[in-house]
């Protein structure tokens, strides 16, 4: 199934602010805009669950699955484990008999099915660039997952799931089944809102800019006192081109990469640079 992200348009704010202040020196007294608080929709991991009526137990499962990942929250640094949050399959959890198997060669099993639920959130997971821990295949071909991205989950032979939140703030698990479809999305939790180009974070692959989530062409350091961001990064927040920013700031180059300074760069090109401590990150205005 395909992965996406999706605009930053779909948010949703929360009421408490915060004062954020200049990112290369300390702050001086001058007013600073205040940020909202919003949740970023990342992105989204889909199934499409078989229709065939000996599947329907699968769904089912899977369904049950989604609703114990539902409203998950995964701090910066901290695992998931498929298995401790959706635990074991049984009857007297609310489990029914699916068929689980691969490659055409199935059987009955309470539970079949939730390893649908697992490879709707692999692909959300893989969308929003945080790191799998633990992952296993079907030993064969499996009706949902053509390409072989899928994820086997098993109770009893402790096959888990598990990822690590590699990002600098908070995500959380919204999960849905409509009919046949099941859906993971990652949100981006507790991000500073505000008419901001780009949001870079200190020693992240990723970056928020535009439409959504973005792989990092460098990861943002500090040198100095002072924030270095790819110069190809920056130059895409503002639509313009990488030697256009490097023709106005000097960079300084490591592992091939071009890095300029964020508040020079800013500057030249009549744009403004603040810190939000809460979510560690450099908003380019």
């Not at 640094?77 to 498929?82: A, M």
């Not at 060669?105 to 633990?134: I, M, N, P, S, W």
């Not at 974070?201 to 062409?217: D, M, P, R, T």
């Amino acid at each position: 199934m395909r992965l996406f992200a999706v605009p930053l348009a779909l948010f949703l704010f929360f009421a408490c602010a915060v004062r954020p202040v200049a990112v290369d020196q300390a702050e001086t007294g001058a007013s600073a805009p205040m940020f909202a608080r919003r949740v970023v929709l990342l992105a989204r991991g889909e199934v499409s669950s078989p229709g065939a009526p000996e599947f329907a137990g699968n769904l089912a499962n899977a369904e049950l699955a989604l609703r114990r990942l539902d409203g998950l929250r995964v701090m910066p640094g901290g695992v998931f484990s498929f298995n401790e949050v959706v635990g074991p399959r049984t009857v007297s959890r609310g489990f029914v008999v699916g068929l689980s198997g691969s490659g055409g060669t199935y059987y009955r099993d309470v539970g079949g099915g939730v390893c649908q639920a697992a490879t709707a959130l692999h692909r959300a997971v893989t969308a929003a660039h945080l790191k799998v821990l633990e992952r296993h295949l079907h030993p064969g071909d499996v009706p949902y997952a053509p390409g072989r991205d899928d994820a086997a989950v098993a109770w009893d032979v402790n096959w888990d799931y598990r990822f690590q939140n590699t990002l600098p703030f908070p995500v959380i698990l919204k999960t849905r089944a409509t009919g046949r479809n099941l859906t993971v999305e990652i949100l981006a939790d507790d991000l500073p809102s505000g008419d901001y180009r780009a949001a870079f974070f200190i020693g992240s692959a990723v970056y928020v800019a535009g439409n959504g989530l973005k792989e990092a062409g460098g990861v943002p350091f500090t040198e100095n006192g002072r924030v270095y961001v790819a110069a190809r990064d920056f130059a895409r927040t503002l639509d313009a081109s990488e030697p256009e920013v490097l023709s106005r700031v000097r960079a300084i180059y490591r592992n091939n990469t071009a890095f300029v300074p964020v508040r020079d760069a800013a500057v030249a090109f009549g744009r403004s640079v603040f810190w939000d401590n809460r979510s560690r990150a450099v908003l380019v205005l």
